[in-house]
């Protein structure tokens, strides 16, 4: 998926990360797309999607959150966005819930 200002697109492009849709794309785009209003998280996964996204949201002005590793069922995600770059919050998912709900709709 890429986000394109007022609208999602499904890119039929290659895979990214062995996966599509992938979350760099998304982030990527989204960046581009919205820049300081973008919020990245970056939950329990595989491998190492998210990462490169997540640091082209912070590029772009945005905020970044990692979910802390010790909870996640699968920890790579998060160990390699925390390793990539520095994410402006590194929560358990209750604290992340809690800061989304302050974000408002």
Known sequence: MVIEPGRVHLHPGPKVHYTRPAADPLFISAAEAYGERVIGVVLSGGDKDGAEGLKSIKAHGGRTIVQTPEEALDPSMPLTALITDTPDFC????????IMELCGP
Do not use: F, G, Y
């Open 91 to 98: 929560l358990s998912l209750e604290q992340i819930v809690k």
